[in-house]
């Protein structure tokens, strides 16, 4: 999980380098590409899950980039390792998008057993969740979680500048 952290930064720097003004970066590319790594990083897992990405027209800056990052590296992972037990076949769906009043709402969301009744964010023992929270205030972002189906997060910030 460590590795896979890294790996997430390591990625926004890579994609901004290659950008002409090293200030954005495509976030729909580098998103294809996380989600590349991480299906590296379970190849066996990912033979029964698939991960659907729907971001268009999105530019984030670095600021915003790497807690953006981390926030769905976590949440992904998350959906990998607990969502889908005893083999069951699933989808991970990652969307960002962008309201009028140009706020940025990034959703991830699973179609597996969901959370323990008894689930809060305010007493988790997950690394990976305590770090979505605090990732989340970086941003100043709104959590909504919802359980109806499966999981899904929802995170609503402004972009940081």
Not at 109 to 133: C, H, R, W, Y
Not at 135 to 149: G, R, Y
Request: with cysteine; aromatic share 8%; hydrophobic share 35%.
């Amino acid at each position: 999980d460590s590795q896979n952290r890294v790996r997430s930064m390591a990625l926004i720097h890579e994609k901004l380098y290659q950008t002409d003004d090293f200030e954005e970066i495509d976030y729909y590319d580098y998103i294809h590409s996380l989600v590349n790594y991480l299906t590296l990083s379970y190849r066996e897992l990912m033979k029964r899950i698939s991960i659907q990405i729907d971001i268009k027209d999105i530019w984030l800056d670095i600021n915003t980039s790497i807690p953006c990052g981390l926030i769905i590296n976590e949440l992904i992972t998350n959906s990998l390792k607990y969502a889908f037990p005893d083999g069951r076949k699933g989808i991970i769906s990652i969307s960002i998008t962008k309201t009028k009043t140009e706020k940025l709402i990034l959703e991830v969301k699973d179609n597996g057993i969901g959370l323990p009744k008894d689930f809060s964010m305010e007493n988790i023992d997950s690394l990976g969740l305590q770090l979505v929270t605090a990732l989340s205030k970086q941003l100043h972002a709104s959590i909504d979680i919802n359980t109806d189906e499966g999981v899904c997060f929802t995170l609503e910030f402004n972009q940081k500048k």
